[in-house]
T-cell receptor, first 119, second 114 residues
Framework: GAVVSQHPSRVICKSGTSVKIECRSLDFQATTMFWYRQFPKQSLMLMATSNEGSKATYEQGVEKDKFLINHASLTLSTLTVTSAHPEDSSFYIC???????????????FGDGTRLSIL | AQSVTQPDIHITVSEGASLELRCNYSYGATPYLFWYVQSPGQGLQLLLKYFSGDTLVQGIKGFEAEFKRSQSSFNLRKPSVHWSDAAEYFC????????????FGTGTQLKVEL
């Protein structure tokens, strides 16, 4: 149980294009999803917290106009990297928390990540 | 502010040997503690978690961790390592003080020698 699917797993595109990454909770509902960025051989850096039906909360230093997050349903959140440039190349990972009982007691379940390469 | 320190960047052990990965945390409220494992190019898999109760927690794949409040530690252990355990291991802290947000350590890369 608690499977999170992330799509695509890898994307290569030209500088200036926008890229959408999907994060789906397959067998549970998730009111809260998180988006992380991971640089090679480094830890995960939280970019934003995505709450179903409301605006995302971005961490300090993350450009909300650059990284658009939409959490339209209890099973889907999307991250759109707008006008992507080479410096946006990274590994993006989403996670979701099951909506049951006390959300505070639920661990985050992670997708397999998306490797984004901007040429 | 919450923080996590994993003092060992790399650890190499022989297959069959015991393993201990260190994790120290700083958190102003009751901490929720997690260990995740990441294989190359993959997401994170939850190994175990501690919220309250018994300070020795059992996880998947034969891993366990012990919460020691006095030492602000949550070290991960395994009595006998398998070659398939080679991966990156992340300790994370969260809790009621920070909502569901997690702060991750910098990770420990485990290499297993056959």
């Amino acid at each position: 149980g608690a499977v999170v699917s992330q799509h695509p797993s890898r994307v290569i595109c030209k500088s200036g294009t926008s890229v959408k990454i999907e994060c789906r909770s397959l067998d549970f509902q998730a009111t809260t999803m998180f988006w992380y960025r991971q640089f090679p051989k480094q830890s995960l850096m939280l970019m934003a917290t995505s709450n179903e039906g409301s605006k995302a909360t971005y961490e300090q230093g993350v450009e909300k106009d650059k990284f658009l997050i939409n959490h339209a349903s209890l099973t889907l959140s999307t991250l759109t990297v707008t006008s992507a440039h080479p410096e946006d190349s990274s590994f993006y990972i989403c996670s979701a928390i099951p909506y049951k009982g006390q959300p505070m007691n639920q661990p985050q379940h992670f997708g397999d990540g998306t490797r984004l390469s901007i040429l | 502010a919450q923080s996590v320190t994993q003092p060992d960047i790399h650890i190499t052990v022989s297959e069959g040997a015991s393993l201990e990965l260190r994790c120290n945390y700083s958190y102003g409220a009751t901490p929720y503690l997690f260990w995740y494992v990441q294989s190359p190019g993959q997401g994170l898999q939850l190994l175990l978690k501690y919220f309250s109760g018994d300070t020795l927690v059992q996880g998947i794949k034969g891993f366990e961790a012990e919460f020691k409040r006095s030492q602000s530690s949550f070290n991960l252990r395994k009595p006998s390592v398998h070659w398939s355990d080679a991966a990156e291991y992340f300790c994370a802290v969260g809790g009621t003080g920070g909502g569901n947000k997690l702060t991750f350590g910098t990770g420990t890369q485990l290499k297993v020698e056959l």
